[in-house]
């Protein structure tokens, strides 16, 4: 510390966690009418494939302390974490439209969203969640 007396040091730690899943949504689509547009909803699965995590530690004050190496921030972890479920559940819903270009050809537009129904990790408060948004290119034989 200062003049070789100890004092308060305020840290601050970032995490940057990244989970990268394979999903599976099965959705019931109901059309209304021959308007094109239609409301759509079902359960979504999510598989983990990957998880990593990096935490940061970083001086905040007081002005001019630092770690042994002179910078202010430093690295506590940086791997693969072990915090995620293998298997994600939640509802999928949403809406979407239809636009015929001809007999055999349709563009479609679908925005939907993800309600989680479990955390990410048996020991956090994380859910994902989020909004999606699909254009497709429907073909009939």
Do not use: C
């Not at 969203?113 to 969640?129: I, R, Y």
């Amino acid at each position: 510390g200062r003049d070789l007396k100890p004092q308060a040091l305020t840290l601050e730690d970032d995490l940057d966690y990244t989970l990268r899943t394979i999903g599976l949504d099965l959705m019931a689509v109901f059309a209304i009418g021959r308007s094109g547009l239609s409301v759509l909803a079902g359960p979504a699965l999510g598989f983990r494939v990957t998880e990593s995590a990096t935490v940061t530690e970083r001086i905040v004050s007081p002005d001019g302390a630092t770690f042994i190496d002179g910078s202010t921030e430093h690295v506590v972890f940086d791997g693969e974490g072990e915090i995620a479920r293998s298997l994600h559940a939640g509802i999928r819903a949403g809406a979407g439209y239809t636009l015929r270009l001809n007999r055999d050809l349709a563009l479609g537009f679908e925005l939907s969203w993800l309600l989680p129904l479990q955390t990410v990790g048996e020991d956090n408060e994380w859910k994902t969640t989020g909004a999606r948004g699909l254009v497709t290119l429907l073909f009939a034989w």
